[in-house]
């Protein structure tokens, strides 16, 4: 009785483990995958160190497997790329375009976590860019007041030096 609570304990606890299929040849993952966006997760970190024109033909490839079949897995793989892919493929405005076009229902739990995540790196690199922007426009500022500062500094000088000139020989005179 002991021996089969352990093997019941050990197919139920393998149950609860992510299946992975991991493909060396092609790009698509496999149709017995449980954790898709895993194998994508995966699959991205081997795209961003591929050279510039494999990752230009993977992103094209995505784009026609996109074009093929617009179903969730296929959109969120594309908009992965675009949203955190390398410069060259890098297209945020696009990717948000198509994260805010999932169908919900028809993703899974995983994909729409995934999708929120991508949203929420999306928002947050705006942000910054837009703290950045800001952050720069004041220091422009600071600069421009403090260069305006060191010039009036100057002229300021020059005109000490100018009337400490003027009294040096009425002061020879006594």
Known sequence: MRNLLWVVAII??????????????????????????????????RVIA?????LLASFK?????FERSANPGTRLRLALLLVEGPQPVRDQARGLKLLKELDVG?????????????????????????????????????????????????ELTTIEQNIQQRELPSSLKE
């Open 106 to 154: 028809q993703a899974s739990d995983s994909a729409r976590a995934l999708a929120a995540l991508l949203q929420q790196v999306i928002e947050e690199q705006r942000w910054s860019i837009n703290k950045m922007t800001e952050l720069n426009h004041k220091l422009e500022a600071s600069q421009a007041h403090v260069g305006a500062l060191e010039l009036q500094l100057q």
């Open 12 to 45: 139920g606890l393998s149950a609860c483990q992510p299946l992975t299929v991991r493909h060396v040849d092609g790009l698509e993952p496999g149709a017995g995958s449980m954790d898709d966006e895993a194998y994508w997760l995966e699959e991205w970190h």
């Open 61 to 65: 490839a995505r784009e026609l497997e």
């Open 50 to 54: 591929l050279p510039e024109d494999q």
